[in-house]
């Protein structure tokens, strides 16, 4: 949530600004912004004034720690419609003995027992996953406002536009499925596949329209192959 990351998290980056290089930091939230579990879950998401103050307040902390020559790289809040969307007719693991327990069982259960980790999204009321969308975007124009306008004395901001959406819209042009991507226990998350996919396709973007944001090629990288071998990248 960006009032936790700006009054804590955020703290923990620090740097020291004459002898360490440029630093490369994401800054990304996801969706804790408007997820919450209170059943009144529409009054609990973080306003666009209140987002805006958060994330201000960050930057101006992280122009204070980074090196100059820093880059952060800025995020917006998943479309976590896609969830319902694509497994609220699946049987959940807890259902698989008599196939007779759906994800759309599972959510309305949790939310039940107010013990959603998103009653926005994961519920069977469309309505109220089209307005916690709508507040997602909200904010993510927010975070685009930022980007576009504000200029920094030791990093400069870059809007990484690579979605849930577009992992998923990849995916399913290689063949797969939607489901397949998402954690099957809590039907919330994306699971290993998908931020292996998700990280692929922010790679070959940066690669592609902010090569400056990676750095320079590490000049020992033929050293390192041959003292530890091809480890696939790691």
Request: negative net charge; charged residues 20%.
């Amino acid at each position: 949530r960006s009032t936790t990351v700006n009054r804590t998290t955020v703290k923990t980056m620090m740097r020291n600004q004459t002898s360490d290089y440029p630093a490369l930091v994401i800054y990304a939230l996801f969706g804790n912004d408007v997820c919450n579990g209170h059943p009144d879950t529409l009054s609990h998401m973080t306003t666009p004034k209140v987002f805006r103050a958060n994330v201000l307040d960050t930057f101006q902390y992280l122009d204070e720690v980074l090196p100059a020559g820093s880059h952060v790289g800025v995020s917006g809040l998943a479309n976590g419609s896609l969830l319902f969307a694509n497994v609220h007719d699946k049987i959940h693991p807890i259902g698989k003995l008599r196939n007779d327990v759906t994800y759309t069982d599972f959510y309305t259960y949790l939310n039940c027992l107010e013990t959603s980790p998103c009653s926005g999204w994961l519920t069977a009321n469309s309505t109220l996953r089209e307005l916690t969308t709508k507040r997602a975007f909200e904010l993510n124009d927010v975070l685009k406002n930022i980007t576009a306008t504000k200029v920094y004395k030791n990093f400069n901001l870059t809007y990484i536009d690579v979605t849930i959406t577009d992992v998923i819209a990849r995916w399913e042009a290689q063949g797969g499925h939607g489901w397949q991507l998402i954690e099957p226990v809590d039907g919330f998350h994306i699971n290993q596949r998908a931020d292996a996919l998700y990280a692929e396709m922010i790679w070959e973007m940066l690669e592609k329209e902010h090569p400056d944001l990676l750095g320079k090629v590490n000049p020992n990288n033929d050293k390192i192959k041959q003292l530890f071998g091809d480890q696939g990248g790691y």
